[in-house]
T-cell receptor, first 115, second 110 residues
Framework: KAGVTQTPRYLIKTRGQQVTLSCSPI?????VSWYQQTPGQGLQFLFEYFSETQRNKGNFPGRFSGRQFSNSRSEMNVSTLELGDSALYLC??????????????FGPGTRLTVL | DAKTTQPPSMDCAEGRAANLPCNHSTISGNEYVYWYRQIHSQGPQYIIHGLKNNETNEMASLIITEDRKSSTLILPHATLRDTAVYYCIVRVASGDKIIFGKGTRLHILP
């Protein structure tokens, strides 16, 4: 089975711009979660989608948003980029999001640099 | 906040067993212990998870104390490729949020 894929792998933007990142989960997985990783804050949970609905949300401002499509692919959007948004953005997928039967598998990430 | 405490770094000689400890003294009855590792700038890789019984797979073994307040991940024969940051995480049985701590940076010494 193919793993989680994320596009693009690297991205450079300037302050004030917006960006959209894409994630394709493992085939058959319906839950997609997004995380931000920075050297200062480590890995932080952004949000999780299941069956096109946001099911969990972390403590990030409204500039960070996401959506999930009927084929479980997900996108996340960051508007009005700030320098502090420079980070590795990771996507993870799981079958149904219940820890008792499920495991999250991570993609390689998208490295976003904001200048 | 992360509910786990791990040493910031550890060294292990190549070929020896690497034993990575994790404290989760406030773990609830429905929370699982998960271990992931992250090799530099790659996505975290799932290793193993358990609830209260010890678990073993092709990568590692997970030993959970009887009171479930701590656990140990064992890599039986460490190689240089096991150099990574290892994260111990507790997750509830429902919902999919993972709270990562700072992890343990494992150095494998040749």
């Amino acid at each position: 089975k193919a793993g989680v894929t994320q596009t693009p792998r690297y991205l450079i933007k300037t302050r004030g711009q917006q960006v959209t990142l894409s994630c394709s989960p493992i085939s058959g997985h319906r839950s997609v979660s997004w995380y931000q990783q920075t050297p200062g804050q480590g890995l932080q949970f952004l949000f999780e989608y299941f069956s096109e609905t946001q099911r969990n949300k972390g403590n990030f401002p409204g500039r960070f948003s996401g959506r999930q499509f009927s084929n479980s692919r997900s996108e996340m959007n960051v508007s009005t980029l700030e320098l502090g948004d420079s980070a590795l953005y990771l996507c993870a997928s799981s079958a149904d999001g219940r820890a008792s039967t499920d495991t999250q598998y991570f993609g390689p990430g998208t490295r976003l640099t904001v200048l | 906040d992360a509910k786990t405490t791990q040493p910031p770094s550890m060294d292990c000689a190549e070929g020896r067993a690497a034993n990575l400890p994790c404290n989760h003294s406030t773990i609830s009855g429905n929370e699982y212990v998960y271990w992931y590792r992250q090799i530099h700038s790659q996505g975290p890789q799932y290793i193993i998870h358990g609830l209260k019984n010890n678990e073993t797979n092709e990568m590692a073994s997970l030993i959970i104390t009887e009171d479930r307040k701590s656990s140990t991940l064992i890599l039986p024969h460490a190689t240089l490729r096991d150099t990574a940051v290892y994260y111990c995480i507790v997750r509830v049985a429902s919902g999919d949020k993972i709270i990562f701590g700072k992890g343990t940076r494992l150095h494998i010494l040749p």
